[in-house]
């Protein structure tokens, strides 16, 4: 990537790499993960460090160009891009840096995956997410969901401090002890509403002795609802399960040829579950046949079963002991990719429709992975209303009727994931900007297509897809409540444009009395609402 030397930025730091819309680079830099936005943005500017960020801040502030940070592009709804916007770029900061044995200063560019890697040759981890080619920047200041919520928390639990450009670009490092009201704030709230963060500092857990990760599936329509009402009822009675598991289900459409299909439907549905396990594989199979009996089959039915052993403590190990040392990380990547249902998994040939052509072209297959590169997506999410087994049940049957009444086609996957509360979640909630700390669980409607890199100039199967996702969320409106912010969706209120608009749809993923504090804190470290961005946090009183 060349240097921009144009007179438009020639003030520029020498090493500050910025892309501009003449290079050539440019069709390459500008892309994100959802690619059904296909954002123009003015420049894209490569941060390594917090000087590079409060270069590009200044500069923004004194030409008047607004800007979006991006920290690995995974905003579900492209908000870390922009027309005519500057990127800050943070996907150059990735080296990890150790603070003894048992704490890591973590830059937010830095990929899950190779955060795994790393640590897993260490003999340690932390809770991150499941998707391996999702940034730690965006992940953490949303909260952070993972396959080790219930045994360690969210990821934003693991943070002691972290190094911030503010608005005025101070920088600073927030912790429990210093700046605290401003610590919590980043703890949950989503990026870029207070400053950039260029590094969090981390508590590192430790993987030893052994680790579990598996995968099932069913097929079956009776044992489809049947699996998921239990690990609904397990999770809403959340002393009877251990923290050590954490796992997530799906409940998907499915090729309908060779079923037997319910009246009324259109499509098969499948469900699948995956988790990970702080503990053997001997005990990871007594404890699943132990909640959900003969629906768990012999080892050898597995879509996936694999341990791996650490036997020496973090710090320990030799350089010769960490070469090929990451195992975990591969099976988390596997079950990742199988809990977000993927073409090359279901074990059978595709058609292309259950429901005849929609009279534009379909493509052969769906996305191979949710997680491999940017594809065009729409998600949504909520948490159950449900107070005891029963409407847990018909929330359940709600979604199985849904999916099998809605059309199955081979260039689509969508499905509801279904993901694990309790645990550590439950502890210590004031510490950290989520309202949902009590639920046994969280729902997210997901939808991905196409197997194509420019997928987003296809506006008609965009708006038939994001309109299923919506659809499906008010059909189940009389049953769930909330939202969470890693998994955005700007479309939960008639008119988010709107100031008053903008306040009910951030109290749906805040709550009330979270959003009142949050906006009190905004004033007072971004006034001038410098940060702000279609779903940002308006200050209070506003200005």
Request: glycine share 8%; hydrophobic share 35%; charged share 25%.
């Given at each position: 990537?060349?240097?921009?030397?144009?007179?438009?930025?020639?003030?520029?730091?020498?090493?500050?790499?910025?892309?501009?819309?003449?290079?050539?680079?440019?069709?390459?830099?500008?892309?994100?993960?959802?690619?059904?936005?296909?954002?123009?943005?003015?420049?894209?500017?490569?941060?390594?460090?917090?000087?590079?960020?409060?270069?590009?801040?200044?500069?923004c502030?004194?030409?008047?160009?607004?800007?979006?940070?991006?920290?690995?592009?995974?905003?579900?709804?492209?908000?870390?891009?922009?027309?005519?916007?500057?990127?800050?770029?943070?996907?150059?900061?990735?080296?990890?840096?150790?603070?003894?044995?048992?704490?890591?200063?973590?830059?937010?560019?830095?990929?899950?995956?190779?955060?795994?890697?790393?640590?897993?040759?260490?003999?340690?981890?932390?809770?991150?997410?499941?998707?391996?080619?999702v940034?730690?920047?965006?992940?953490?200041?949303?909260?952070?969901?993972?396959?080790?919520?219930?045994?360690?928390?969210?990821?934003?639990?693991?943070?002691?401090?972290?190094?911030?450009?503010?608005?005025?670009?101070?920088?600073?490092?927030?912790?429990?002890?210093?700046?605290?009201?401003?610590?919590?704030?980043?703890?949950?709230?989503?990026?870029?509403?207070?400053?950039?963060?260029?590094?969090?500092?981390?508590?590192?857990?430790?993987?030893?002795?052994?680790?579990?990760?598996?995968?099932?599936?069913?097929?079956?329509?009776?044992?489809?609802?049947?699996?998921?009402?239990r690990?609904?009822?397990?999770?809403?009675?959340?002393?009877?399960?251990?923290?050590?598991?954490?796992?997530?289900?799906?409940?998907?459409?499915?090729?309908?040829?060779?079923?037997?299909?319910?009246?009324?439907?259109?499509?098969?549905?499948?469900?699948?579950?995956?988790?990970?396990?702080y503990?053997s594989?001997?005990?990871?199979l007594?404890?699943?046949?132990?909640?959900?009996?003969?629906?768990?089959?012999?080892?050898?039915?597995?879509?996936?079963?694999?341990e791996?052993?650490?036997?020496?403590?973090?710090?320990k190990?030799?350089?010769?002991?960490?070469?090929?040392?990451?195992?975990?990380?591969?099976?988390?990547?596997?079950?990742?990719?199988?809990?977000?249902p993927?073409?090359?998994?279901?074990?059978?040939?595709?058609?292309?429709?259950?429901?005849?052509?929609?009279?534009?072209?379909?493509?052969?297959?769906?996305?191979?992975s949710?997680?491999?590169?940017?594809?065009?997506h729409?998600?949504?999410?909520?948490?159950?209303?449900a107070?005891?087994?029963?409407?847990?049940?018909?929330?359940?049957?709600?979604?199985?009727?849904?999916?099998?009444?809605?059309?199955?086609?081979?260039?689509?996957?969508?499905?509801?994931?279904?993901?694990?509360?309790?645990?550590?979640?439950?502890?210590?909630?004031?510490?950290?900007?989520?309202?949902?700390?009590?639920?046994?669980?969280?729902?997210?409607?997901?939808?991905?297509?196409?197997?194509?890199?420019?997928?987003?100039?296809?506006?008609?199967?965009?708006?038939?897809?994001?309109?299923?996702?919506?659809?499906?969320?008010?059909?189940?409106?009389?049953?769930?409540?909330?939202?969470?912010?890693?998994f955005?969706?700007?479309?939960?209120?008639?008119?988010?444009?709107?100031?008053?608009?903008?306040?009910?749809?951030?109290?749906?993923?805040?709550?009330?009395?979270?959003?009142?504090?949050?906006?009190?804190?905004?004033?007072?470290?971004?006034?001038?609402?410098?940060?702000?961005?279609?779903?940002?946090?308006?200050?209070?009183?506003?200005?």
């Amino acid at each position: 990537m060349d240097v921009k030397t144009t007179n438009s930025i020639g003030s520029a730091p020498e090493d500050l790499r910025i892309i501009d819309m003449d290079s050539p680079l440019y069709h390459y830099a500008r892309v994100i993960s959802n690619t059904r936005f296909g954002h123009m943005p003015k420049y894209i500017a490569y941060c390594e460090h917090a000087e590079h960020v409060q270069w590009c801040l200044t500069y923004c502030r004194d030409h008047g160009l607004d800007f979006r940070i991006r920290s690995g592009g995974h905003q579900h709804e492209g908000m870390c891009s922009g027309n005519g916007v500057m990127i800050i770029d943070l996907s150059k900061m990735d080296s990890i840096e150790y603070i003894g044995d048992e704490e890591a200063w973590i830059p937010v560019g830095k990929q899950l995956g190779k955060v795994y890697e790393e640590l897993e040759a260490r003999s340690q981890i932390i809770p991150g997410g499941g998707c391996q080619s999702v940034n730690v920047g965006g992940l953490t200041q949303g909260g952070g969901w993972g396959l080790s919520i219930r045994k360690l928390g969210m990821t934003c639990d693991s943070i002691t401090e972290c190094e911030m450009v503010l608005a005025s670009g101070e920088i600073v490092y927030p912790s429990h002890k210093e700046l605290s009201d401003l610590f919590w704030a980043i703890k949950g709230s989503g990026g870029g509403n207070f400053g950039v963060i260029t590094k969090f500092k981390f508590k590192l857990a430790s993987l030893v002795p052994v680790m579990t990760s598996f995968a099932l599936l069913w097929q079956k329509p009776d044992d489809v609802k049947l699996v998921l009402k239990r690990w609904a009822h397990l999770h809403a009675n959340l002393d009877e399960l251990d923290p050590a598991l954490s796992t997530a289900c799906g409940m998907m459409v499915a090729n309908p040829e060779n079923v037997l299909l319910p009246d009324g439907h259109l499509s098969a549905v499948h469900s699948r579950m995956g988790g990970q396990f702080y503990g053997s594989k001997a005990d990871l199979l007594d404890l699943l046949r132990k909640y959900f009996g003969s629906l768990i089959p012999d080892e050898k039915d597995f879509v996936q079963l694999a341990e791996t052993r650490y036997e020496i403590p973090a710090g320990k190990r030799s350089k010769s002991d960490k070469e090929g040392a990451s195992l975990l990380a591969h099976h988390q990547a596997k079950v990742a990719d199988f809990i977000n249902p993927t073409s090359t998994m279901d074990h059978f040939d595709y058609k292309t429709s259950s429901c005849g052509d929609r009279g534009y072209k379909v493509l052969p297959e769906a996305p191979t992975s949710t997680c491999d590169r940017p594809h065009p997506h729409k998600v949504t999410s909520g948490f159950p209303k449900a107070k005891n087994n029963q409407e847990h049940d018909t929330l359940i049957d709600s979604i199985y009727e849904y999916l099998g009444r809605t059309c199955y086609y081979s260039d689509v996957s969508q499905y509801m994931s279904f993901h694990c509360l309790g645990g550590a979640v439950t502890q210590h909630p004031e510490s950290r900007v989520f309202a949902f700390y009590e639920k046994p669980y969280m729902l997210q409607i997901q939808c991905w297509w196409d197997d194509a890199g420019n997928a987003f100039t296809n506006e008609t199967r965009n708006k038939v897809y994001v309109k299923w996702v919506e659809d499906f969320r008010k059909h189940l409106l009389p049953q769930i409540e909330g939202a969470f912010i890693n998994f955005i969706d700007q479309s939960l209120v008639d008119d988010p444009h709107t100031p008053e608009g903008r306040l009910e749809l951030l109290a749906i993923y805040y709550g009330e009395k979270h959003l009142n504090t949050l906006r009190v804190l905004k004033a007072r470290y971004d006034e001038g609402n410098f940060f702000n961005f279609e779903m940002s946090i308006p200050p209070w009183p506003p200005l």
